[in-house]
């Protein structure tokens, strides 16, 4: 598991340390740091799939492939960089897992997109270079007709897309396959068959859906069909994405990549609570907790209070330890980013909540009471 993750000059930190838990909570305000956190292990990990981190000639980090585009040196170089002893400015990401600390560095190149690498650690951490990795970000795939049907990365990889674009694809061809953990069977559920399972929380996130993910034959495409009914009662008619909304197609992968889970996955979500009423977001933050519970590691950042009560509430009912949990709460000042670690109790309860952390419910009835 990582413990830890150091960021020297590279985009909204000068320098951080980040601890990391078994379930990291990423908050804080709009350009706060919380997506550069996450953009920095994709950054390892895509320098890492593409053999570029053996600090061989030629190696760096690639800035743009297939899980960030960040641009250019001149992009990801903090613009107050401090020094770090090299001739000229670097950019340094070490990553702390189960006490080994590992450390790459890369010389700036204004114009150049891949940084090369001064220095780095031989040691990989299992993790994030391993093949239970995913990465969803907060803008995914729209609701479609059809989705990509790619062998090698749905199929023989297993990752979702950062959009979450091969969600539908994975989840036809592992649809009969048992799930890992019973920590992340839904009671309701039929079976415990990946699709039944998707089924059953999907249910629980808005109750009365149906899935059913098939092949479009003659082509390279899939589609996913949805029939939504009253919660208990037959299905009516299967409807196509486009005509169901948004939410559906937003959290399936999310709900895939925790219900993917296996000791020792890495699991990377911006937003998931995108486009989810808020009784789903909260639904979908107790299966967070449960991949969690079933050996994954989840970094995710969040602006949703029931993200954050999900979170409490798996606590307090012993899915998770409180000491599996980080609470973090990045905060901008004068000299930088500052990142809090409000702490979690057994019981859900949090102690020394900080000015600003999630306490916008409470302001507004502090003045609609006033
Ligand atoms: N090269 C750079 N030097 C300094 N700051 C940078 C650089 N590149 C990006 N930033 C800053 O990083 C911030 C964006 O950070 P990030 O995307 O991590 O925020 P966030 O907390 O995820 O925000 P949101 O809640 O909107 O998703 C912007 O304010 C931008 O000013
Ligand atoms: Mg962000």
Request: with cysteine; aromatic share 6%; glycine share 10%.
């Amino acid at each position: 598991m990582l413990d830890r993750l150091d960021i020297v000059n590279f985009k909204a930190f000068a320098s951080a340390a980040i601890p990391l838990g078994a379930f990291t909570l990423l908050s804080g305000l709009n350009s706060a740091g919380k997506s550069t956190v996450l953009q920095s292990l994709a950054l390892l990990r895509q320098s890492q799939v593409a053999g570029l981190l053996d600090g061989s000639a030629g190696s760096g980090f690639l800035l743009n492939g297939e899980l960030v585009e960040l641009g250019t040196g001149r992009d990801v170089l903090h613009e107050n960089h401090i020094d770090t002893g090299g001739e000229g400015p670097q950019i340094v990401l070490s990553v702390v897992e189960d006490g080994v600390i590992q450390t790459w560095t890369a010389a700036y190149g204004q114009e150049n997109d891949l940084l090369h690498l001064d220095s780095g650690t031989t040691h990989r951490p299992a993790g994030l270079f391993g093949p239970n990795f995913q990465y969803l970000k907060a803008d995914r795939l729209a609701p479609a007709v059809s989705y990509p049907r790619s062998h090698e990365i749905a199929v023989r990889r297993g990752f979702l897309g950062c959009r979450g674009e091969h969600a539908v694809n994975f989840l036809r061809h592992r649809q009969d396959e048992r799930l890992a953990s019973p920590r992340l069977h839904h009671p309701e559920a039929r079976s415990a068959s990946l699709l039944d399972q998707t089924d059953a929380w999907m249910q629980e996130i808005c109750p009365g859906v149906n899935l059913q993910a098939a092949t479009i034959e003659g082509t390279d495409l899939v589609r996913l069909g949805y029939r939504i009914g009253v919660a208990g009662l037959p299905t009516a008619l299967s409807h196509r994405p486009t005509n169901v909304g948004f939410g559906l197609s937003y959290v399936l992968p999310i709900v895939l990549a925790c219900l993917s889970a296996v000791p020792g996955s890495l699991i990377l979500l911006e937003n998931p609570e995108a486009h989810l009423h808020p009784r789903g977001q909260t639904v979908m933050a107790t299966l967070a907790a449960a991949a969690v519970a079933a050996g994954a590691q989840l970094i995710v950042e969040s602006h949703s209070d029931h993200v954050l009560n999900g979170l409490r509430l798996a606590v307090k009912r012993g899915t998770l330890a409180d000491s599996a949990v980080k609470l973090l709460y990045f905060q901008r000042q004068r000299d930088g980013i500052e990142v809090l670690n409000p702490m979690l109790g057994p019981d859900g309860m949090i102690s020394d909540w900080p000015s600003g952390f999630f306490d916008e419910w409470e302001h507004s009835l502090d003045q609609l009471l006033g």
